[in-house]
Structures are given as C-alpha cells and as structure tokens.
C-alpha cells in the first residue's frame, strides 16, 4: 500500500491567516491525489482533484499544488467555515489510502 | 439532483450479519465506480473498496479483503457493504461515495453518501 502522511496533525489559525497543509506519499503517486474537507457531523467534501484541479463550487482560496511525492493544499486566507478538518487522499495505486487528517482549529 | 443515499444506523451483537446500502440517483449508476470508506469513532478516513456496478468489478483494501464483501444491483441502482460476522471494532461511520468522472477507475470521489453508523455491542 502507498502510505500518505499529512503534516501538521492539528494546526492552530485565525481568521484571514493564511494556511498550508502538507501531504506526502511513500512512493511517487504522479499527479493522483485529492484534498477534502470535513466538517464534524459531515460526510467528506471534495476541495482539489488531481493535485491541482479545484472542484467545481469551491471557492478560489483554496489551492493544491505538487506533484510526485509532495503536495499541499493552502488556504489564502481562512474563514469561519474552514475550521474543519483536512484530508489527503492518493487514487494512484491499486488500494487507494487517505492520509491521517489535519485539523484546523481557532487560534 | 445527484446523490447517494444510505441506509439507516445500525445496531448489533458480536457475531450477527449485516448489510447497508447506498442508492445512487439522478445519474447513471452503472457508469460510475462506487466506493465505501470507513470512519471509526474519533478517527480518520480508511479507503476500504471500489466496485463498477456496470459489471460488478471490485477492488479492496488489503486491510479490508476477506473482513467485508462489497456488492451491487444495478436492476435498482443500489451498492452494498456487508459483514457475515461482526465484531466490536466494526463499530464506526460507514460512507458510500462515487468517483467524479464515469467510468474512470483512477478518480476521487465527488458524491458522498450521508453515512450509516454501525455500533457492534453485546
């Protein structure tokens, strides 16, 4: 299995801080990997698609870049909604594997 | 309106049989690869299976091969999850989700189920 590690675990923020989530895979995964959001009580939410590629209706602060074994995902400037948790997901291999979550939390 | 929508939570004993699902609407099931992730209490996202309902092709997990048995019924648009066994650590959120482009099997998932809460207790 491709084993995906995010970085921070939990990551303290204000409102309007700008905020950047790593992600990184065990083995080159290409371009092959998705950001989503959760919010507690929630089903998961697509944010990015393959690396990069933000998904229709989420809006434009959010941003996924890397390629190859590293990625992240930032947000430009963090509002009230975006107090959630984070998570990588690698679609490259034959089992796909998430990483371990990141949350943001009020600073 | 697209969607996918579950079955409702579940509770049981060690050792009983289960079966939840996701019906998908608004789109056509068999195109899409439907797949199941599991959240424990407190945890994170575990990919557990995908399955193409067009012709019932299946992928799991090595973490989850031989502990769940995934399934669909295209004649009703319906994914299935199942145990034969149940033990307490099955207890979690169960989510069916679909993958964003048709027949694609290198995608993420774009619609979530609601989820299904599965509590295992004696």
């Known amino acids: 299995d491709i084993q995906m590690t995010q970085s921070p675990s939990t990551l303290s923020a204000s409102v309007g801080d700008r905020v950047t989530i790593t992600c990184r895979a065990s083995q080159s995964i290409s371009n092959w990997l998705a950001w989503y959001q959760q919010s507690p009580g929630k089903a998961p939410k697509l944010l990015i698609y393959?690396?990069?590629s933000l998904e229709s209706g989420v809006p434009s602060r959010f941003s996924g870049s890397g390629s190859g074994t590293e990625f992240t995902l930032t947000i430009s400037s963090l509002q009230p909604d975006d107090f959630a948790t984070y998570y990588c997901q690698q679609y490259s291999g034959y089992s796909r594997t998430f990483g371990q979550g990141t949350k943001v939390e009020i600073k | 309106e697209v969607q996918l929508v579950q079955s409702g939570a579940e509770v049981k004993k060690p050792g009983e049989s289960l079966k939840i699902s996701c019906k998908g609407s608004?789109?056509?099931?068999?195109?899409?690869?439907i797949g199941w992730v599991r959240q424990m209490p407190g945890k994170g996202l575990e990919w557990m299976g995908i399955i193409y309902p067009g012709d019932s092709e299946i992928r799991y997990s090595p973490s989850f091969q031989g502990q769940v048995t995934i399934s669909a019924d295209k004649s009703i648009n319906t994914a299935y999850l199942q145990w034969s066994s149940l033990r307490a650590s099955d207890t979690a959120m169960y989510y069916c989700?679909?993958?964003?482009?048709?027949?694609?099997?290198?995608?993420?998932?774009?619609?979530w189920g609601q989820g299904t809460m599965v509590t295992v207790s004696s």
């Open positions: 608004g789109y056509r099931f068999t195109h899409y690869w």
């Open positions: 393959k690396a990069s």
């Open positions: 989700a679909r993958h964003t482009t048709a027949a694609d099997i290198y995608d993420a998932f774009d619609i």
